[in-house]
Protein backbone atom coordinates (compact mmCIF):
# COMPACT_ATOMS: atom_id res chain seq x y z
CA UNK A 1 0.00 0.00 0.00
CA UNK A 2 1.83 3.67 -0.66
CA UNK A 3 2.12 6.00 1.98
CA UNK A 4 -0.14 8.73 0.55
CA UNK A 5 -3.38 5.64 1.07
CA UNK A 6 -1.59 5.57 4.56
CA UNK A 7 -1.47 8.95 5.42
CA UNK A 8 -5.34 9.54 4.30
CA UNK A 9 -6.53 6.16 6.21
CA UNK A 10 -5.07 7.58 9.41
CA UNK A 11 -6.11 10.84 8.86
CA UNK A 12 -9.41 9.80 8.22
CA UNK A 13 -9.39 8.36 12.20
CA UNK A 14 -9.17 11.92 12.82
CA UNK A 15 -12.43 13.32 11.28
CA UNK A 16 -15.54 12.92 13.61
CA UNK A 17 -17.67 12.74 10.78
CA UNK A 18 -16.32 9.35 9.36
CA UNK A 19 -17.79 6.53 10.81
CA UNK A 20 -15.47 3.27 9.80
CA UNK A 21 -17.15 0.25 11.67
CA UNK A 22 -15.61 -2.96 11.71
CA UNK A 23 -16.03 -6.00 10.09
CA UNK A 24 -17.99 -7.46 12.66
CA UNK A 25 -19.92 -4.07 13.23
CA UNK A 26 -21.08 -4.47 9.23
CA UNK A 27 -22.40 -7.61 9.69
CA UNK A 28 -24.28 -6.76 13.30
CA UNK A 29 -28.19 -6.79 12.10
CA UNK A 30 -28.71 -4.49 15.58
CA UNK A 31 -26.18 -2.21 14.71
CA UNK A 32 -25.26 0.90 17.57
CA UNK A 33 -25.98 3.35 14.08
CA UNK A 34 -29.67 2.45 13.11
CA UNK A 35 -31.84 5.15 14.18
CA UNK A 36 -29.34 7.09 15.49
CA UNK A 37 -28.05 9.31 12.71
CA UNK A 38 -30.21 12.50 13.59
CA UNK A 39 -28.40 12.25 16.68
CA UNK A 40 -25.26 12.11 15.02
CA UNK A 41 -25.92 15.13 13.41
CA UNK A 42 -27.36 17.15 16.30
CA UNK A 43 -30.61 17.82 14.92
CA UNK A 44 -33.98 16.21 13.11
CA UNK A 45 -33.96 17.14 9.51
CA UNK A 46 -34.18 14.72 6.54
CA UNK A 47 -31.24 12.93 5.71
CA UNK A 48 -29.92 12.02 2.38
CA UNK A 49 -27.68 9.06 0.83
CA UNK A 50 -25.39 8.93 -1.66
CA UNK A 51 -24.46 5.46 -2.98
CA UNK A 52 -21.15 4.67 -3.65
CA UNK A 53 -20.10 8.12 -2.99
CA UNK A 54 -16.20 8.07 -4.19
CA UNK A 55 -14.77 11.30 -3.35
CA UNK A 56 -18.23 12.40 -2.22
CA UNK A 57 -18.83 15.03 -4.99
CA UNK A 58 -22.65 14.68 -4.60
CA UNK A 59 -22.93 14.88 -0.85
CA UNK A 60 -20.62 17.91 -0.69
CA UNK A 61 -22.99 20.16 -3.76
CA UNK A 62 -25.89 18.90 -2.06
CA UNK A 63 -25.08 19.82 1.27
CA UNK A 64 -23.91 23.04 0.31
CA UNK A 65 -26.95 23.61 -1.46
CA UNK A 66 -29.55 22.11 0.88
CA UNK A 67 -28.18 23.27 4.66
CA UNK A 68 -31.82 22.47 6.20
CA UNK A 69 -30.79 18.33 5.23
CA UNK A 70 -28.74 15.77 6.37
CA UNK A 71 -26.44 13.85 3.77
CA UNK A 72 -24.10 11.17 4.17
CA UNK A 73 -21.65 9.75 2.05
CA UNK A 74 -21.50 5.79 1.65
CA UNK A 75 -18.65 3.98 0.16
CA UNK A 76 -15.79 1.33 1.33
CA UNK A 77 -12.99 2.92 -0.31
CA UNK A 78 -11.13 4.91 2.46
CA UNK A 79 -8.48 6.72 0.11
CA UNK A 80 -11.33 7.73 -1.83
CA UNK A 81 -13.96 9.26 0.96
CA UNK A 82 -11.13 10.94 2.58
CA UNK A 83 -11.71 13.79 -0.10
CA UNK A 84 -14.76 14.41 0.82
CA UNK A 85 -13.93 14.43 4.50
CA UNK A 86 -11.11 16.96 3.92
CA UNK A 87 -13.30 19.17 2.44
CA UNK A 88 -16.27 18.92 4.99
CA UNK A 89 -13.08 19.77 7.74
CA UNK A 90 -11.57 22.52 5.63
CA UNK A 91 -14.59 23.91 4.81
CA UNK A 92 -16.81 23.37 8.30
CA UNK A 93 -19.68 21.84 6.57
CA UNK A 94 -21.72 20.65 9.60
CA UNK A 95 -24.63 18.93 7.22
CA UNK A 96 -22.32 15.93 5.72
CA UNK A 97 -20.76 13.04 7.08
CA UNK A 98 -19.67 9.63 5.46
CA UNK A 99 -19.86 6.03 6.51
CA UNK A 100 -17.26 3.68 4.91
CA UNK A 101 -19.07 0.28 4.65
CA UNK A 102 -19.39 -2.23 1.99
CA UNK A 103 -22.98 -1.00 0.45
CA UNK A 104 -24.53 -4.77 0.58
CA UNK A 105 -24.87 -4.46 5.26
CA UNK A 106 -26.60 -1.22 4.34
CA UNK A 107 -29.72 -2.02 5.69
CA UNK A 108 -27.65 -3.10 8.84
CA UNK A 109 -26.84 0.68 9.78
CA UNK A 110 -30.12 2.84 8.83
CA UNK A 111 -33.79 2.29 10.89
CA UNK A 112 -36.94 2.19 9.47
CA UNK A 113 -37.94 5.78 7.87
CA UNK A 114 -34.91 7.18 8.46
CA UNK A 115 -33.55 7.92 4.89
CA UNK A 116 -35.62 10.32 3.08
CA UNK A 117 -33.71 9.93 -0.30
CA UNK A 118 -30.97 8.08 -2.18
CA UNK A 119 -28.41 9.36 -4.76
CA UNK A 120 -26.62 6.19 -6.40
CA UNK A 121 -23.89 8.02 -8.62
CA UNK A 122 -21.66 6.11 -10.90
CA UNK A 123 -21.72 2.77 -9.70
CA UNK A 124 -20.14 -0.75 -10.90
CA UNK A 125 -22.60 -1.74 -13.36
CA UNK A 126 -21.44 -5.33 -12.70
CA UNK A 127 -21.98 -6.37 -16.33
CA UNK A 128 -21.65 -10.00 -15.87
CA UNK A 129 -23.41 -10.38 -12.14
CA UNK A 130 -27.07 -8.31 -12.34
CA UNK A 131 -27.50 -9.28 -8.67
CA UNK A 132 -24.91 -7.02 -7.13
CA UNK A 133 -26.13 -3.87 -9.59
CA UNK A 134 -26.97 -1.51 -6.90
CA UNK A 135 -30.82 -0.75 -8.40
CA UNK A 136 -31.13 -4.77 -8.63
CA UNK A 137 -34.13 -5.96 -6.53
CA UNK A 138 -31.50 -7.43 -3.92
CA UNK A 139 -30.47 -3.72 -3.32
CA UNK A 140 -33.65 -2.31 -3.34
CA UNK A 141 -35.85 -4.81 -1.48
CA UNK A 142 -32.55 -3.39 1.00
CA UNK A 143 -33.18 0.43 0.27
CA UNK A 144 -37.31 -0.41 1.49
CA UNK A 145 -36.36 -1.15 5.01
CA UNK A 146 -34.99 2.10 5.72
CA UNK A 147 -36.55 4.76 3.29
CA UNK A 148 -39.47 7.03 3.99
CA UNK A 149 -42.90 6.20 1.86
CA UNK A 150 -42.34 7.87 -1.28
CA UNK A 151 -38.94 8.76 -0.93
CA UNK A 152 -36.95 9.00 -4.12
CA UNK A 153 -34.29 6.80 -5.58
CA UNK A 154 -31.60 8.54 -8.09
CA UNK A 155 -29.35 6.97 -10.65
CA UNK A 156 -26.82 9.12 -12.53
CA UNK A 157 -24.59 6.74 -14.64
CA UNK A 158 -22.31 6.58 -18.26
CA UNK A 159 -23.72 3.09 -18.18
CA UNK A 160 -26.54 2.48 -20.77
CA UNK A 161 -26.88 -1.10 -20.05
CA UNK A 162 -27.68 0.10 -16.18
CA UNK A 163 -29.65 2.62 -16.86
CA UNK A 164 -32.04 0.30 -19.41
CA UNK A 165 -31.89 -2.54 -16.78
CA UNK A 166 -32.91 -0.04 -13.84
CA UNK A 167 -36.03 1.01 -16.09
CA UNK A 168 -36.95 -2.33 -16.37
CA UNK A 169 -36.60 -3.29 -12.49
CA UNK A 170 -39.18 -0.35 -12.35
CA UNK A 171 -41.50 -1.51 -14.91
CA UNK A 172 -41.61 -5.13 -13.65
CA UNK A 173 -42.13 -3.84 -9.79
CA UNK A 174 -44.65 -1.17 -10.55
CA UNK A 175 -42.49 1.69 -9.07
CA UNK A 176 -43.07 5.04 -10.14
CA UNK A 177 -41.11 6.46 -12.82
CA UNK A 178 -40.67 10.02 -12.65
CA UNK A 179 -38.05 11.20 -14.96
CA UNK A 180 -35.43 9.53 -17.23
CA UNK A 181 -32.57 10.98 -19.58
CA UNK A 182 -30.36 9.34 -21.62
CA UNK A 183 -28.25 12.19 -22.03
CA UNK A 184 -28.71 14.78 -19.70
CA UNK A 185 -26.28 17.64 -21.85
CA UNK A 186 -28.88 17.35 -23.92
CA UNK A 187 -32.29 16.77 -22.52
CA UNK A 188 -31.96 18.32 -19.39
CA UNK A 189 -29.86 21.42 -18.86
CA UNK A 190 -31.52 23.13 -16.36
CA UNK A 191 -31.60 21.00 -13.61
CA UNK A 192 -28.27 22.48 -11.73
CA UNK A 193 -28.37 19.17 -9.29
CA UNK A 194 -27.68 17.09 -12.48
CA UNK A 195 -25.06 19.48 -13.34
CA UNK A 196 -22.95 18.28 -10.31
CA UNK A 197 -20.26 16.77 -12.25
CA UNK A 198 -18.25 14.02 -10.04
CA UNK A 199 -14.71 12.49 -10.56
CA UNK A 200 -15.88 9.64 -12.75
CA UNK A 201 -18.58 11.83 -14.98
CA UNK A 202 -16.16 14.82 -16.20
CA UNK A 203 -13.65 11.29 -17.37
CA UNK A 204 -16.35 9.45 -19.23
CA UNK A 205 -17.63 13.13 -20.99
CA UNK A 206 -14.22 13.93 -21.82
CA UNK A 207 -14.43 10.43 -23.90
CA UNK A 208 -18.09 11.25 -25.23
CA UNK A 209 -19.68 9.50 -23.30
CA UNK A 210 -23.27 10.23 -22.56
CA UNK A 211 -24.37 10.57 -19.02
CA UNK A 212 -27.69 9.23 -18.06
CA UNK A 213 -30.21 9.83 -15.34
CA UNK A 214 -33.47 8.08 -14.27
CA UNK A 215 -35.58 9.41 -10.84
CA UNK A 216 -37.81 6.73 -9.44
CA UNK A 217 -40.25 6.05 -6.14
CA UNK A 218 -40.59 1.86 -4.89
Known sequence: MGKDKLRKFEENKLFKHIYQPSSAEMRNLDSEYKGCWNAKFGNDNPIVLELGCGKGEYTLAL???YPEKNFIGVDIKGARIWRGAKTVAEENIPN???LRIRIEFID???AQDEIDEIWITFPDPQINKPR???TSPLFLDRYRKFLTDGGAVHLKTDSRLLHNYTLNVIKENCFTLIS???DISVQNPEDELLN???FYESHYAAKGIPITYIKFRM
Open 96 to 98: AAF
Open 196 to 198: VKT
Open 108 to 110: NFF
Open 180 to 182: SYT
Open 132 to 134: KRL
Open 63 to 65: SRK
